[in-house]
């Protein structure tokens, strides 16, 4: 079976299922609240940072709001979420930047996305998807890199290998389905500590590297 055919019959078997991000349209389709919500979602549940950012853009509803808000706040708003000190302090910085070189809006190009501290490749592609609805990137999670590598399409070392690779192999047209599809996969099926090949609609496509104890 293809790759592509892999990608369908997930795609097939994931829908109607929740992702707890991207189907939230708080953040969804608003460049500012992918950024932010993206950058305090690092390291973090899903469920924890979307529920931080939601009560965040209450109070802050873009770039200039948020830079009016001092940093002892934004750790006091955002510190349920991972390494929050940290994140405030990129926040503020990103902020700064957007308003000074970009006019208070989140470039839509990779490239200069990449440019802000703390912007990835992962960050960078879930804001060109989601935030601006441009699929020329593939988003790559520790789901979705899991995922391609026990399946045995590559052995990536990194999200960001994992993303060229996956662009390099894959027809652009599933380019949009990946991310959402294989995170709600990694969350209910091929899960990081015993994944449920038993009940996997690719097993047979699958060669399972890694994967000592399955269910
Ligand atoms: S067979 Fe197992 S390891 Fe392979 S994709 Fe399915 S759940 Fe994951």
New binding site residues.
Partial sequence: MSKEEVIKKIHKFVKGKDHPMMDDPEILRDPYRTLIGCLLSLRTKDETSLKVSIELFKKARNFKELNKMSLKELEKRIRSVNYYKTKAKRIKDVVKVILKDYNGKVPNDFNELMKLKGVGEKTAAVCMLYGFGVDSYIPVDVNVHR?VN??GWFKSKSFSESMYKLMDTIDRKYWKWINNDFVIFGKN??VPIS???SK?V??KN?K?VG?NK?R
């Fill in positions: 995922i026990r399946l099926i091929c994944p449920f090949c996997c690719v097993s699958c399972k994967v399955r």
